[in-house]
């Protein structure tokens, strides 16, 4: 087993030192929890099905024909995830990424985009809607998803290599076909279009400067991903995780990276080469983890709310919307939970204070 050197150089790593109580909340202020993190984006999953079977996300050993994915009575409804939406933009939301599994595999998912962007036009201070996708579905739906009202997506591709592409994602979806989804969301003005690759040793780490070249040249930003501890499914392995350090490495063999200044709550450390412009950013959550300054909650398709990717404990909102619960009864309970909120899984494990090995949500079921 790996044992890597941490490395949190950022500023936010004093804050994590858990207040003894969540810090008063003033009309008009910043929703804070216990490490005086302020509350300002949501994931919301749309669907916990994909047609892809990353290794690292939803091997097939566990997600083959016999999964039991979730019912269809089970997941929020559009209506609920516009109210619950509306509800988190009055405590301070600013960003809000619709997530999957896979969402495009949500049936009419443009009257969702189109239900949310109307109504963060017409009430409040507007919040930015974006999209993680696989990209596989992304060519025909670009367009419809642009005039609903969605402004950016960020395609997940780990490949380039149609075979390695093959393996790491496990689909009969040529790599093609997700380049050409890139393209057309390109063209159809979803941009910045963002692109994420999750780097995993032994597997795809040689693909690090073909996708850096490819992208560089398109124009947009290739973000690599440290292969994380995410769920308890995929057999994660810390002798399988190219860091950082090493991503970097590989890069400036090429380019001639400077960094960028990271705005608070940024999960990415960017680079610029000097030379073509071209941007790309890593996130370390291994090597550096961010816990810090994180700003996100996540909403499964069924409702249940997430203080950390990492966690495995959830807070079921669905229950309180079917059982009546008011705006009101439900700002006061999700608020609550901000404010008590002491989650910093990456640091924890980082500093041998929590176990890798504690049980945790799947990627699938509450987004990246």
């Known amino acids: 087993m790996r044992v890597f050197p941490i490395h949190i150089e950022r500023p936010y790593a004093a804050s994590s030192v858990l207040l003894d109580h969540p810090p008063d909340h003033q009309a008009g202020d910043p929703l804070r929890d216990r490490l005086a993190r302020p509350f300002t984006d949501l994931r919301i999953s749309v669907t916990d099905r994909c047609n892809f079977r990353c290794v690292y996300c939803m091997p097939r050993t566990a997600f083959g024909p016999g999964h039991a994915f979730l019912p269809h009575a089970a997941l929020l409804s559009f209506e609920e995830l516009a109210r619950l939406a509306r509800l988190f933009a009055g405590l301070g939301m600013r960003k809000l990424r619709i997530t999957g599994g896979e969402p495009l595999m949500r049936k009419d998912l443009p009257q969702l985009i189109g239900m949310l962007s109307a109504m963060q036009q017409d009430e409040g201070p507007p919040f930015d809607i974006a999209m993680t996708t696989n990209g596989s579905l992304l060519a025909r739906h670009a367009a419809a998803l642009k005039a609903a009202g969605l402004r950016r997506v960020t395609v997940s591709l780990d490949a380039l290599d149609p075979k390695v592409f093959r393996t790491m994602s496990d689909t009969e979806t040529p790599v093609d076909t997700v380049l050409e989804g890139i393209h057309q969301a390109h063209a159809a003005g979803l941009g910045p279009v963002k692109v994420n690759m999750v780097v995993r040793r032994g597997h795809n780490d040689r693909q690090i400067l073909p ?123 999700v608020a609550r939970l901000w404010q008590e909120r002491g989650d910093r899984y990456s640091e924890a494990r980082a500093h041998h204070l929590q176990a890798a090995s504690t049980p945790r949500a799947e990627m699938s079921y509450i987004g990246g």
């Open 211 to 333: 996708m850096a070249e490819y992208f560089s040249r398109a124009g947009m930003e290739l973000r690599f991903i440290e292969y994380m501890d995410v769920g308890s499914t995929n057999g994660w392995r810390t002798d399988e995780v190219t860091t950082a350090k090493e991503i970097l490495a590989v890069l400036r063999q090429r380019f001639d990276l400077v960094p960028l200044p990271r705005e608070s709550g940024d999960t990415a450390m960017r680079f610029i080469d000097r030379a073509s412009g071209a941007r790309f950013g890593i996130i370390a959550s291994i090597t550096s983890p961010f816990c810090g300054d994180c700003t996100r909650l996540r909403l499964s398709s069924d409702g249940q709310l997430h203080t950390c990717l990492f966690g495995a404990n959830s807070h079921d909102l669905r229950a309180r919307v079917r059982r009546g619960d008011d705006d009101e009864a439900l700002r006061k309970f």
